[in-house]
């Protein structure tokens, strides 16, 4: 049976990277990625926490509105 398209699809849009990766379904069930805590990640006190990814540094930050910001 196909799948019926995302709504991205049914609007016209194309698809972009991050969409279809979003938008994948495989025949397995899905599992819901996993869920970290924001207070976990910044648990020692600091609004500013690095993480290394493919050769390259960013910085996930909380902001002064408690949003939070990935910058490389």
Same mark, same amino acid.
């Given at each position: 049976?196909?799948?019926?398209?995302s709504?991205a699809h /049914?609007?016209?849009?194309?698809? *972009?990277r991050?969409?279809? !990766?979003?938008?994948?379904r495989?025949?397995a069930?899905a *599992?819901?990625?996993?869920m970290?805590?924001?207070?976990?990640?910044?648990?020692g006190?600091?609004a500013l926490?690095r993480i /290394? !990814? /493919?050769?390259?540094v960013?910085?996930?930050r909380? *902001?002064?509105?408690?949003?939070l910001i990935? *910058?490389?």
């Open positions: 049976m196909p799948t019926p398209p709504d /049914a609007a016209g849009i194309a698809p *972009t991050r969409s279809r !990766h979003l938008d994948r495989d025949d069930p *599992t819901p990625p996993p970290v805590d924001s207070t976990t990640l910044f648990s006190g600091g926490l /290394a !990814h /493919a050769d390259q960013y910085l996930l909380i *902001t002064r509105e408690n949003k990935l *910058t490389k």
